[in-house]
């Protein structure tokens, strides 16, 4: 019989709630994420997918209930720290260094993954030893030959490759994507999505999304929050069948948290 409670999950919420003085933005909510699948969160404006997602990654701490990481309980554990444990956050608003080159962002992530302060009086031979995995990990997400471009003159969606490029540098385990295919043109957004399948090997994803043609193209799972609490879980094909949801974003709120 699988064990529920360790392996077989990377990441769970077990009645996670988010208080805000009289106000519940999350409210009781569970998920139960299977190793090495991709599992969406929806829900119409308003519905708390912020606050959850910031809740899961331990930007908030939760007011209720218990977040499990590899059958670890980190519910009391700081941002960096669940970092350290395989967790990490792809933020909506791109995390790069604008003036360095596109290599320069890979190899202080690298850095930062091997325990290495950046130091600007460090020896060149400490930092250059990191080159060829920088370089390997830009040819995993497109960017091989953008290595000496600077991050600020790539393009939208290229800014989003090097960000997830940054975050396999701490090679996560489970990656938690913050909307990333917010603010693209189609041009780019089939390209991520395909990313996005791509680093998933091997590890588990969590994504909050509004595009549900990316939604539907990713996700193993899906997980509906509506008013801070999840309205249902199922496949895309059960989600978007399903009154609730269609009524849930019909009505639509106004987004709070």
């Known amino acids: 019989m699988a064990n529920t409670t360790g392996p077989d999950y990377a990441l769970e919420a077990r ?23 991709i599992h969406a969160l929806i829900g119409p404006n308003g519905a708390g997918k912020t606050t959850c997602f910031n809740l899961l990654t331990k930007t908030l701490q939760p007011s209720t209930g218990q977040i499990i990481l590899n059958g670890e309980d980190i519910s009391g554990l700081r941002t960096s720290d669940v970092a350290k444990r ?23 992530a690298l850095q930062s993954a091997h325990g290495r302060a950046f130091r600007f009086l460090s020896p060149i031979s400490s930092i250059r030893g990191l080159d060829t995995r920088a370089r390997e990990l830009l040819a995993d997400v497109g960017l091989a030959d953008a290595e000496t471009a600077k991050a600020a003159d790539l393009s939208y969606g290229k800014k989003r490759a090097l960000e997830i ?22 041009e780019d957004i089939e ?38 609490q999840v309205l249902m879980e199922g496949t895309y094909p059960e989600v978007s069948a399903d009154e609730r949801v269609i009524a849930a974003y019909m009505g639509g709120v106004e987004d709070a948290h």
């Open 15 to 37: 009645g996670i709630g988010k208080q805000f003085g009289s106000f519940w933005a999350v409210k009781d909510v569970h998920l139960r994420i299977p190793r090495g699948s």
């Open 86 to 108: 395989g967790m990490v956050r792809s933020f909506q608003i791109s995390a790069i260094f604008a003036d360095m080159t596109v290599l320069e962002n890979v190899r202080v």
């Open 165 to 186: 490029a940054t975050t396999l540098a701490l090679d996560p385990q489970v990656m938690l994507l913050d909307e990333p295919t917010a603010g693209m043109g189609h």
């Open 191 to 228: 390209p991520i999505t395909q990313l996005i399948r791509k680093v998933s090997a091997g590890r588990t994803i969590v994504i909050v999304e509004h595009n549900l043609s990316v939604v539907s193209t990713l996700s193993d799972r899906i997980t509906v929050l509506q008013a801070g």
